[in-house]
């Protein structure tokens, strides 16, 4: 199985990544799947860390609002704290993204970094 490191759709995005196998997919999902366990829990982020990516975010988000978006109003850092490992409040939340021309998704990537976005 090899892995191919896929450029990124917009500079800023992280690379994409695909698997390669010539086994049957559900034998490449069982690799898969035990890669994953292997893989360390990610440490949660600091308080002052997750400061500086709210901070980023409200930026992002106000960034939107001049390209004349219209995103949601930020949530309050202390529930965006209490709410990072399940869903926090993010830029792009009350903006329908998923309407977006491949035009307007560069744009708002290029001019908004929006650093946590990509399309899928």
Not at 34 to 62: F, G, H, M, N, S
Not at 96 to 117: G, I, N, Q
Request: hydrophobic share 30%; aromatic share 10%.
């Amino acid at each position: 199985m090899l892995v191919e490191v896929l450029p990124p759709e917009v500079p800023g995005d992280a690379p994409g990544y695909k698997l390669k196998s010539d086994l049957p997919a559900s034998e490449s999902a069982k690799f898969i799947t035990e890669c994953r366990k292997l893989a360390p829990d990610p440490p949660k982020p600091t308080v002052e860390q997750l400061r500086v990516i709210y901070d980023r975010w409200v930026a992002e988000r106000d960034c939107l609002q001049g390209l004349g978006y219209t995103p949601d109003q930020p949530s309050s850092f202390e529930k965006f704290v209490s709410d990072y490992q399940t869903g926090p409040w993010m830029p792009i939340d009350g903006v329908d993204t998923s309407r977006w021309t491949d035009a307007e998704y560069r744009r708002a990537k290029e001019e908004c970094t929006l650093e946590m976005f990509t399309r899928a």
